[in-house]
T-cell receptor
Framework: GAGVSQSPSNKVTEKGKDVELRCDPI?????LYWYRQSLGQGLEFLIY????????KSGLPSDRFSAERTGGSVSTLTIQRTQQEDSAVYLC???????????FGEGSRLTVL | SQQGEEDPQALSIQEGENATMNCSYK?????LQWYRQNSGRGLVHLIL?????REKHSGRLRVTLDTSKKSSSLLITASRAADTASYFC????????????FGKGTMLLVSP
């Protein structure tokens, strides 16, 4: 597709379960970001990938969170042993250049019961 | 922590009026961007202004940047009901800083 694609769009899980969220960026975009947005709040930076450089993981809130980007394209955000406070919308964005316009997906809404 | 902070948190106006939103940030920047988010959707890029620019226009949007005050404003002229959304500023944190940091946003309601 032409835009950033995220899946699933909605995920309901039980506390303690692991979840995987997927992001398929725009083809050719070297930069990929993950953000988290809680209800009515701004965007909280989680992790940033730029080409083949080591990712900037400074925003990951705990070691239960991890992300990888395979082949410089698709990225997966994994949350282990989910907690209720992990409930949020997880947004992925990609960009063709550092510091340039970000193109966002529609997000994955995670609800932890 | 948030780099940019928008003000006001919420703004309610009538169609045809102008809407002004402000953004303050803390560190040096290379550029500042404004995004819009409709309820339940992803963010859409509106405009980017570089640190050496003072004003930029795009359609009904006007953005100003004052690096000495570390602030920016977004003006939407002749607002429409369809402009109802949340508006966020985002900054890159300056030289050598890779991430784009967003504020908490201004929620704009334009009534017909």
């Amino acid at each position: 597709g032409a835009g950033v694609s995220q899946s699933p769009s909605n995920k309901v899980t039980e506390k303690g379960k692991d979840v995987e969220l997927r992001c398929d960026p725009i083809s050719g975009h070297t930069a990929l970001y993950w953000y988290r947005q809680s209800l009515g709040q701004g965007l909280e930076f989680l992790i940033y990938f730029q080409g083949n450089s080591a990712p900037d993981k400074s925003g990951l809130p705990s070691d239960r969170f991890s992300a990888e980007r395979t082949g410089g394209s698709v990225s997966t955000l994994t949350i282990q042993r989910t907690q209720q406070e992990d409930s949020a919308v997880y947004l992925c964005a990609s960009s063709s250049v550092w510091g340039g316009e970000l193109f966002f997906g529609e997000g994955s809404r995670l609800t932890v019961l | 922590s948030q780099q940019g902070e928008e003000d006001p948190q919420a703004l309610s106006i009538q169609e045809g009026e102008n809407a002004t939103m402000n953004c303050s940030y803390k560190t040096s920047i290379n550029n500042l961007q404004w995004y819009r988010q409709n309820s339940g959707r992803g963010l859409v890029h509106l405009i980017l202004i570089r640190s050496n620019e003072r004003e930029k226009h795009s359609g009904r949007l006007r953005v100003t940047l004052d690096t000495s005050k570390k602030s920016s404003s977004l003006l939407i002229t002749a607002s429409r009901a369809a402009d109802t959304a949340s508006y966020f500023c985002a900054t890159d944190g300056g030289s050598g800083y890779s991430t784009l940091t967003f504020g908490k946003g201004t929620m704009l309601l334009v009534s017909p």
